[in-house]
């Protein structure tokens, strides 16, 4: 499969627990974005990152919620304290390199707070 | 006031007519705007890919853009139930590259 893999598909945690998103670009492709989907709401972006370099986080909530894209394996989006605002649709994208290049969007992560 | 305006319908259109859908934007550093297809509970499909002004076609699809007027647009010709679906436009540019502003989405219905 050579798309963005993203998993889990869909991720249940109470409040007060930690979610941890993970996200495997496509084949080739070493720029990884991740992007929130609220109910009648639409994409809104988080976080640019290279392997080991976190591009642009002017997305991010200032506090719990962090990412990485290490050297090897997936990019991870963490969520530390969960609170049930952060219920949503995460997606991942990617793209092969900078500047005007196109994003390819795995089928996200919907994420549930009890 | 949103960098990027879209109408989020519904539109309605009977098969095989022609979709055309929009979007505005504010920001003047936006140079290059995609659209892209989102099915129900499915991440957003990469349709179309403009870089600055222009027409583009591919198919089915014709992706128009005019930046004197901050404007954008997506044409779907004979359009199919299998259409049905939310339209999304995104752009970047200027310092940012990497951050798509995203409309609110477009849902289309295309009836038999």
């Known amino acids: 499969n050579a798309g963005v893999m993203q998993n889990p598909r869909h991720l249940v945690r109470r409040r007060g627990q930690e979610a941890r998103l993970r996200c495997s670009p496509m084949?080739?492709?070493?720029?990884v974005y991740w992007y929130r989907q609220l109910p009648e709401e639409g994409l809104k972006f988080m976080v640019y990152l290279q392997k080991e370099n976190i591009i642009d986080e002017s997305g991010m909530p200032k506090e719990r919620f962090s990412a990485e894209f290490p050297k090897e394996g997936p990019s991870i989006l963490r969520i530390q304290q969960v609170v049930r605002g952060d219920s949503a649709a995460y997606f991942c994208?990617?793209?092969?390199?900078?500047?005007?290049?196109?994003?390819?969007f795995g089928d996200g992560t919907r994420l549930s707070i009890l | 006031q949103k960098e990027v305006e879209q109408d989020p319908g519904p539109l309605s259109v009977p098969e095989g007519a022609i979709v055309s859908l929009n979007c505005t934007y504010s920001?003047?550093?936006?140079?290059?705007f995609m659209w892209y297809r989102q099915y129900s509970r499915k991440g957003p499909e990469l349709l179309m890919y403009?870089?600055?002004?222009g027409n583009k076609e591919d198919g089915r699809f014709t992706a128009q853009v005019d930046k004197s007027s901050k404007y954008i647009s997506l044409f779907i010709r004979d359009s199919q139930p299998s259409d049905s679906a939310t339209y999304l436009c995104?752009?970047?540019?200027?310092?940012?590259?990497?951050?798509?502003?995203f409309g609110a989405g477009t849902q289309v219905v295309v009836t038999p």
């Open positions: 084949k080739g492709h070493s720029h």
């Open positions: 994208a990617s793209s092969p390199g900078t500047g005007a290049q196109p994003q390819h």
């Open positions: 920001n003047s550093a936006f140079q290059y």
């Open positions: 995104a752009m970047a540019g200027g310092d940012s590259w990497g951050k798509l502003q």
């Open positions: 403009t870089y600055s002004s």
